[in-house]
């Protein structure tokens, strides 16, 4: 540790305010990185998913570039401010949100991987609670930003550090692609089947008004017990883990939470693995749950069959219809999915019971797929802290490599 410095991000970076445009700008147009973008993602997305409509100047002083750091700067509770993301390579035309800021290196003493591992130390993150400021939203200003520091020690350690935790998200990289594979056989097969109507038998099989014979049309609501999320008090949650784990809008994508709450709710409102949990703010996420049992908190709901066997179905034919509301709901500030959209979907069921085995078997290997991701992301998140304080060293391993 003799060799490691206390070095203020100002003299490693400048710092930049994001692209701030109307709605009306939105869907179209060149890659953006979003506040879900950087709030979810340790380093940046490799495909950036979301459009908006810029102009060169926008796109020249709002650029991503390899070594560049966002940083949530405002939020409306304390626990979203400041967490990070960093880019390794270029996004030709791209942008970032102005909910956002963009550190740019100014210098080559800093490791992207190292920093961005850094910066996700809960040691680092508990300096924003000191700087941010709370009225009806938690912000951060630029100057106690540049003013924070972090600990370099020298590129070789730097460099090793980064690479013993890359392999965790390397892993964590590969059950995720073999999870996307599944998602996309399943898909196919839904659509061959319950879509297309080409299941097996259906040479055989009369279509009456769009149902085959012996099928019907059956509404969601009617084969799963719904729980919508509870209203917790917002200012109760933490991320040092104390209380309860819960389960926010946010904590979907990634199936786990590292969110929780002292406040007590009904036993009503627990998930539990396998579950499968919906957002219904923003972008209308869809998960099976790995997170352990969690409070389920409000702008979420959760799908309970109630028959086990149909839940891969469920989980499958659920996609097109909540994806389509995402598509279509407009909100005053963002789409929100209400009661009344969940109760309006149904679609095709069979009462032949072998048609649903197959969504089964792909829904356990990728409930099992996400259990490793989260085991994985566990001893990555429980290693990162030994490593960044020097309780591990790795110079003697460096020196010897």
């Not at 300096?127 to 003013?147: E, G, K, P, V, Y």
């Not at 319950?194 to 012996?214: C, M, R």
Request: net charge neutral; hydrophobic share 35%; charged share 25%.
């Amino acid at each position: 540790m003799s060799e490691w410095k206390k070095v203020k991000l100002e003299e490693l970076y400048e710092v930049h305010n994001g692209l701030s445009k109307g709605r009306q700008f939105f869907g179209t147009g060149f890659p953006f990185l979003t506040f879900s973008n950087v709030f979810n993602n340790w380093f940046l997305p490799k495909q950036l998913e979301s459009l908006v409509q810029t102009t060169d100047k926008e796109r020249e002083s709002c650029s991503i570039k390899a070594g560049d750091v966002f940083i949530t700067r405002t939020s409306e509770t304390m626990d979203e401010l400041g967490m990070s993301s960093v880019a390794l390579r270029d996004y030709p035309n791209a942008t970032y949100n102005g909910f956002t800021k963009r550190l740019r290196p100014i210098t080559d003493r800093v490791n992207p991987r190292y920093i961005g591992y850094y910066l996700r130390t809960p040691k680092f993150r508990g300096q924003f609670m000191a700087f941010s400021s709370m009225t009806t939203r938690a912000s951060l200003a630029n100057n106690d930003l540049l003013n924070m520091e972090v600990e370099l020690p020298p590129m070789e350690i730097q460099h090793r550090i980064a690479s013993i935790l890359s392999r965790y998200d390397s892993l964590i990289e590969n059950y995720q692609k073999q999870i996307k594979l599944l998602e996309e056989a399943a898909q196919r097969l839904y659509k061959e089947w319950f879509v297309d109507l080409h299941f097996p038998g259906h040479e055989n099989t009369k279509i009456v008004d769009g149902v085959p014979e012996g099928w019907e049309k059956k509404r969601l609501v009617d084969m799963v017990d719904v729980q919508y999320g509870y209203a917790f008090d917002g200012k109760l949650f933490n991320s040092n883990g104390e209380g309860v784990p819960i389960l926010r809008i946010r904590n979907i994508p990634d199936g786990i939470t590292s969110d929780y709450t002292t406040e007590e709710a009904p036993k009503s409102y627990i998930v539990h693995n396998g579950d499968i949990v919906v957002g219904m703010d923003g972008i209308f996420h869809i998960n099976s749950w790995s997170g352990g049992n969690a409070y389920l908190v409000q702008r979420a709901c959760s799908f309970r069959p109630k028959t086990e066997d149909v839940k891969g179905f469920i989980f499958q034919a659920i996609q097109e219809p909540i994806k389509f509301f995402e598509q279509t709901l407009v909100g005053a500030t963002v789409a929100h999915l209400g009661k009344k959209h969940i109760d309006s979907i149904e679609f095709c069921v069979s009462k032949n019971f072998e048609l649903y085995q197959p969504f089964s078997k792909f829904y356990n290997q990728r409930q099992g797929l996400l259990s490793q991701i989260r085991l994985l992301t566990e001893v990555r998140d429980r290693l990162l802290p030994k490593l960044m304080s020097g309780e591990i060293n790795v110079e003697s391993q460096t020196k010897s490599c």
